[in-house]
Structures are given as C-alpha cells and as structure tokens.
C-alpha cells in the first residue's frame, strides 16, 4: 500500500485528536511548565541585566568612579582627574537628623528624637548624568544652608518643606522632597534614608573631622577619545598603594551584578531541573495516550497503513499539542517579569519596565521543541514499528525497542539540546555540571529501578495475598516499576530539597537576630573624649554593657608575594579583598573572637608591624603565622607580620574585624572610635538625645532597625527562592501523574482479570497502596540524599549561606511528601475499581 499523503494524514490525525486534548493534557501541562518557567527565567535575566547596562552611567554617576575613605582626594589628583574629562565630586557619609523645633527632644507626633540618615554633600557639576528629580520643584544645587531630603526622612520625622532640620553643628531649611536619585543603586547598601546638601553646606556642618568614617566619590564623565574601562584599568595599576576603589560605567553596581550572577545560577538550575523534569512528563504523557490508542494503531496497520503513516499521523497529535503548550508558557513567560518584579520588592536591585526579549523567547521555544521530540521519539518509534499483533496484546507484552533510525534522530536531538544548553548559559560550565549532575541522579533511580525489579523477582513470595500481590507488581510482565521509581524519585527529592533549602533560609534569617545583641551602634566618637563618653552612657543606664573600639579603613594591597592588583580574579570567597574593610586596634583579644593559631602581643608592646588576622581569610589567601600582609591604611602601605590567628564570631552583632593591629602602629593615625552599648530598650531614647546633645558629630545606630531592614529583605529573598524552586515540585508532581497514567492499561488489566477472580475493590486498591508504600520507604534514603546535597549546593555554593537545615523539618517534609504521592497513587487507581470486567474482557 502506498504512503498516505500530508494532506490524509491530517485529516486522520484532526478527527482523532479530542477538542479537549483528552489524553495529552499532561504532555500540554509539562511543555508549559518548562517553558513558562525557562521563559520567565531568561526574560527577567535579560531585563535586569539590559536595565543595569543601559543605565550604567546614571547608576555609577559618571564614566569612571575613583572613591576612597576618611580621606579626600589631593589637589594634583584632582587635577589629573579633571584631564580626563568633567569632574564631579561627593562625599556621603552616616549623620543624625534633628528637627529644630524639637526643643528638648519632644518630637511631633509619633516622630522619633533623632533618626540615622545617609547625609550627601554635591557640587555643582552632580549629577553628571541622568536627573535628581524633586516632587513639585525642579532641581538645583542648594544653598549652604538649605537641604534636600528624601520621602521616607520626610515620612519618619514628620517634616515637610520650609521645616528645619539640624545635622552636626548646623541648621538647615527643606528646600524639596526628592523623588529619585539617580545614582542611588550605585551607591550600595544604605542605613537610612537619604538627604542631600551642597558641599559647602556639608562642611558648614562640622561633622568632616580627621578620623571621620566618610566616603569621598570622585565621578567623571570622559571626553571623547577615551575608553572608560581602559581609564579604570591604567588608574588602578598606578594607584594600587593608594587604598582607593574604582569602578566603570560597565559595572557600576557591583553588588547588585554579583547578585544577578548567583541568582542567575540558581534560577539556572531551577530551569534545567524544570525542563529535564518536563521531558520525563512529556515521555509518560506519551506513552500514556498511545497506550489509550493501542486499538486505533493496530487496527490501521491491519488495513494497511506503513510505521511511516502511523508515526507522521500520531506526531501531528503531539505536535499540535505540544506546539500549543509551547505558545502558552511563552506567554505566560513574557508576562511574568512584571509580576516577579512587583512580588520580590527590595529584593531585585532595579525594577525594569515590561518589554519582551526575543532571545530568551526564542531559546525558551526552542528547547521546548527539542524536548518534546526527544521525549515523544521513544513511545512512538514503538507504536510504529510494532506490528499490528504484539500492539494487541500489548498490555502484558511490552517488548518492543526503537529502530537506528529513530535512535539517530535521538542522539541528534540530544545533541542539539546540550549544544543549546550550553551556548545560551552564562555560565557554561555551571550549566555543564547541572545537566551532568541531572543526569547522573536519573541514571542512579534508573538502575535502583532494575534492582527493584530483579529483588522483587528472586525475593520469596510472602504469605498474605495482598502483599504478594504488591511484590509482583514490581517485576510482572508490563511492570512500570522503573518509571513510577524514577516519578517518585524525583518528587520526593524535590520535597526534601525545598524543605533544606526553606529551613536554612529561615535559620539564616533568624540569626540576623542573635540571642544577645546590643541595643545602639555609636559611630565618629571623638578619640580624645572617650572618658566623657563613658561618662554620658553611665549617667544615662549604670547598668550598660559598653565596648569602645577604635575603627579605621584599609585595604589589603597584598598578602605574601602576591599583590592584590596582579589578580586576574580573587580567590573565591575572598569578599574581603574588594575594596576597604574596617580595620582596628588593641591591646588585648578583642570581644567576639578566639585565638586559633599565634600569640598575642605584650599590651606595651613596640617593634615591627604586626597584625591578627581572621583564620577564615587566611585560609582562603594561602597565608599563616610568620607570612607578611600588606595594608593601605589612610594611603600608607603597612607591611605587617601575621602573628595570629582568630575565629571571629560574626554572629554577636559586635564590632569584629578582620585585621587587627598592636596600638603602636595605628594610635597616632587620625581616627575615631566606636561603640556598643547593650541596655534596657527603655533607656534607648534618652541616650540618643543625650550622646547628640554631647557629641553633635556621632550617628547613633538603632540595631533592632537595621535587623528589620535586614530581616525583610532576607524574607522577601526567601520568599523568590522558594517559590522558584516550587515551579520544579510541580513539574515533579506532574511526572508522577503521568508514571500512573502511563501504567493505566495495564493496571486495568490486572483489574479486570482479579475482579473476575473474586478480588474486592478494596483488596486491589489495597495491594496498589502496599506497592507505593514500598517503593516510597526504599526511596527515601535515596531522596534524602539526593534532595539535601542538592539544597546544600543552592544554600553554600550559590547564595554563600550557612548550611543549618531543620533535621525534624526535613523528615516531616519526607514523610509528608511519601504520603502525598501515595495518595496520588491511590487516587489514580481509584477510576479502575469502577471498570466491568465484562465490558472490559470484550475491549481486549
């Protein structure tokens, strides 16, 4: 008989094809799923990293950004940055805003005493690019002694404009209330909210003073003819002594790029998981509707239609669902961004508008295509080169493999999909080993499947029938044992992977908030009047904990023989080698750390540079005891001799530092101090009125504001990891059903032939329900392993959290996981009991 034309084969295909995808719902739901989830994925990816890009200048607030601490630039450095092109000069630092007209401290309202801000001074050439917005006014540098001031400081004191505010030893009038700061996200995280004067307005204040904790920005936007990376690399290699930090228009935010890159890992590793996942449910789906065809096939080869006709016929079906989930989780896809965007508030470091991004679209598409026919290939190369009489007996024979033919257009499609994979990731390699580790996880319950198989077969056959009957199912012929191991595998270990992934995450987020934390940070104390202080807090709570500490700024230029400036990339979790880092000074082990490693110096020590290092740091540099650790400190090189190691609990909420110096060396540098003080929460008030009345120039600290801020940041965060990683517990869940649609056939068969054997209804439902119960109490060891190395992976190696996952949390999560899919096992076995063995004997 000759091959059907293109034109027949639809028209089969068309009248076969229920209107409501009877049959193929779970290959539709599976492509969606995987698509939606790798379209969203690339398309907020993409309109983050194009937001950062396209508004690289305005974020950095110039080309280049040269910003160094405590200090300002020299004259002839000013100078030479002014050769390069406009320049544009600020210094931010942490102050205490006053209202004026709160005499002895009686606020307006419900208005605190006194709030922490992030006060800015600008000249008259800021912003060098994109505009400082006001609400009802339009932007211009103020006067010395006017201000402008951000809504949530505006909000917090109850002040509007025309109200005083008073910063230092200065008062200022509100000019406007600012309605967007256009370098705000390059400017990094931030204590409070943020006000702005001109820079004679903020030296008018008297809070610059030798020792301050400021920083100094140095923007400039360059002439023509120059490149900005090329400026930034040549100015880094000629002022690598000097401690200053650098950066360029193409990386101006280089916290908010750091936390693309690790959740654009994690949200890679959610939609590889995804789409892997969706191909086992397009597979089941498959396999399940061509077995609900089984009598339609057989019944075309007998009158004559080729393997060729039968695979062109059943691939339309498929392709036609399949090409309408693909369209529909692109469109989910692209509209989701928005929605993220709006869901993760502060947690995304911009919020870029709605705007579809073709490549991610189209990559999405493609792998969805590439899925779905390597997943349909192995169902239907059986269906059609089977003949028309194993088809007809093919709910207890289940032999039949594939063709070279179609094992060739698997391998290339397999092929194709890697190559894809791997082209479009970030991060190639990473996307390498997820797909190797993914792999290897299906490989592994693929061969606890045949082990299943092969000890079910030679195990004794128990006793009671029930139990017989469950352990038959695991190796008769037509078993699905394999496939329902791998469903139930993954599902699982899915569960157990969010539960780690959960209960570390909130660990995580309950110690940002220790046992014990103090209740004030004090910072820009005067060095020479440490004793009035003390005096104030005494005066103030007797019974305070006060620990006083001097702090300075460094930046390590090299440790060993290596300099800093050489590295063509830090070590990895060497956070503490970009840019400067809180240095101090003692005499004796500071509180919050424990010696390790060394000795102490004498308290009256003097001699050669020596310094306390962190274990941590050392051990990710390479360096111990006796090695040498160069520091910039104030632009002077210091090249210190380890003598120490320490653990450094950085969970007291204290002052700890990484470097720690004898006072010999660092004592007569300009400096502040700082202070923790830990008392009754009622005291609190008070003593910021009173130390603000002493000491005009310190910021006082609220602790339990900044654990807020904290908190609700790391719980949004939280809240975008988990309900990422639920798209893949769906997507699990979803194979699940479709092992159990897939061995519908046959377990109508058993259904069937025991009912007429005098079987109950409950006896079968039974004996399906001690054969989940079974394979769910093997996999659990196995899940439990697989789903923890797999959360541990997310939490160290991706976010850099600490692994501390509730151990009762995640067996509860097991158990309840094993039972919800037992029950969608009994629920699935539920329509069968209604089947009539005659009417069913007369269908096969």
Not at 193 to 214: F, H, N
Not at 726 to 734: C, D, E, K, R, T
Request: charged letters at 15%; hydrophobic letters at 50%.
């Amino acid at each position: 008989m000759n091959a059907l034309d293109w034109r027949t084969v639809w028209r089969i295909a068309r009248r076969d094809l229920h209107l409501g995808f009877r049959g193929l719902r779970l290959l539709f739901l599976c492509l969606f799923l995987g698509v939606a989830t790798l379209a969203a994925i690339g398309s907020l990816t993409a309109a983050i990293t194009q937001e950062l890009s396209d508004r690289g200048r305005t974020l950095l607030g110039g080309d280049v950004e040269i910003a160094m601490t405590q200090r300002e630039a020299r004259l002839g450095d000013k100078e030479a940055f002014r050769q390069l092109g406009t320049l544009s000069e600020t210094i931010r630092l942490r102050a205490m805003a006053q209202r004026v007209d709160q005499g002895a401290g009686q606020g307006r309202g419900n208005a605190p005493p006194a709030i922490l801000t992030e006060l800015k001074g600008v000249d008259a050439a800021y912003p060098l690019y994109g505009e400082l917005t006001l609400r009802n006014a339009r932007y211009s540098l103020p006067d010395p002694d006017h201000i402008l001031i951000g809504q949530a400081l505006a909000e917090r004191l109850e002040v509007q404009p025309g109200d005083r505010l008073h910063y230092g030893s200065a008062d200022f009038t509100i000019t406007a209330i600012m309605a967007d700061e256009p370098d705000r996200l390059g400017e990094g995280f931030t204590l409070g909210p943020v006000a702005i004067v001109s820079m004679d307005g903020l030296r008018r204040s008297g809070l610059i003073q030798p020792g301050s904790l400021y920083s100094s920005k140095y923007r400039i936007r360059i002439n023509p003819g120059f490149d900005a990376a090329t400026v930034r690399s040549d100015m880094e290699k000629a002022h690598a002594s000097d401690g200053w930090t650098f950066k360029d228009r193409d990386r101006a935010a280089p916290g908010a790029n750091r936390f693309i890159e690790r959740m654009g890992q994690f949200l890679s590793l959610i939609g590889l998981a995804a789409l892997v996942i969706a191909g086992i449910g397009v597979s089941n789906g498959v396999a399940s509707y061509l077995a609900g065809k089984r009598g339609g096939i057989a019944t075309l080869k007998v009158l004559g239609a080729t393997s060729a006709d039968i695979g062109r016929i059943y691939r339309m079906q498929v392709g036609v669902v399949a090409l309408m989930g693909i369209v529909a989780g692109l469109f989910v896809g692209a509209l989701l961004p928005p929605l993220i965007v709006a869901l993760a508030g502060d947690v995304l470091p911009v919020s870029p508008g709605f705007r579809l991004h073709p490549l991610p679209l189209a990559t999405s598409a493609a792998y969805g295509l590439l899925i779905a026919f390597l997943s349909t290939f192995p169902p239907l190369g059986r269906a059609r080169t089977q003949p028309a009489a194993a088809i007809f007996r093919g709910v207890v024979d289940m032999r039949g493999g594939l063709d070279r033919h179609s094992l060739i257009a698997m391998g290339g499609a397999g092929g194709l999909l890697i190559a894809l994979t791997l082209l479009t990731a970030r991060e190639p390699l990473f996307s390498a080993a997820v797909l190797g580790a993914t792999a290897a996880v299906l490989l592994l319950l693929l061969a606890l499947g045949w082990a299943v198989r092969r000890l079910a077969l030679i195990a004794p056959r128990p006793r009671r029938p029930l139990l017989r009957l469950a352990l038959a199912n695991l190796h008769r012929p037509g078993a699905q044992a394999a496939a329902l191991i791998v469903a139930l595998g993954l599902a699982l270990t899915l569960f157990v992977t969010l539960a780690g992934i959960q209960t570390s995450l909130d660990r995580e987020i309950r110690n940002v908030v220790p046992a014990k934390a103090p209740n004030q940070f004090v910072l820009d104390i005067p060095s020479v009047e440490v004793d009035r202080f003390r005096a104030i807090v005494r005066q103030q709570a007797p019974k305070a904990e006060l620990n006083i500490v001097p702090a300075l700024r460094g930046t390590i230029v090299a440790y060993g023989d290596q300099r800093v400036a050489d590295l063509t990339q830090l070590p990895e979790g060497a956070w503490f080698l970009r840019g400067e880092r809180g240095v101090t000074y003692s005499a004796g082990l500071p509180e919050g750390s424990d010696l390790t490693a060394g000795r102490w110096w004498r308290p009256d020590y003097v001699g050669p540079p020596l310094v306390s290092l962190d274990e941590e740091a050392a051990g990710i540099m390479g360096v111990g005891i006796g090695d040498t650790l160069t520091v910039s400190i104030l632009g002077r090189e210091i090249a210190a001799r380890i003598a120490s190691l320490r653990k450094v609990n950085w969970d007291t909420m204290g002052f700890n530092y990484i470097l720690v110096f004898p006072p010999n060396i660092l004592s007569s540098a300009p400096h502040s101090m700082t202070a923790t003080i830990t008392m009754d929460a009622r005291h609190d008030a008070a003593m910021t009125r009173a130390l603000l009345a002493a000491f005009p120039g310190v910021s006082v600290i609220a602790v339990g504001d900044v654990i807020d801020q904290v908190g609700t940041i790391m719980t949004q965060m939280s809240r975008a990891i988990v309900a990422a990683a639920s798209v893949a517990i769906l997507a699990g869940i979803a194979v699940l059903v479709g092992a159990i649609a897939a061995s519908r056939a046959s377990r109508s068969y058993d259904s069937v032939v025991l009912k007429t054997l005098g079987a109950t209804r409950w006896q079968i439902l039974g004996g399906q329900a001690i054969e989940y119960g079974l394979l769910a109490a093997m996999l659990a060891l196995v899940a439990l392993a697989l789903g923890l190395t797999a959360a541990w992976f997310v939490i160290v190696r991706i976010f850099e959290f600490q692994w501390s996952p509730d151990w009762l949390v995640i067996l509860v999560t097991l158990g309840g996981g094993a039972l919800l899919t037992l029950g969608i096992g009994l629920a699935g076995a539920i329509p069968l009991m209604s089947i009539r063995p005659a009417r069913a004997l007369r269908q096969l």
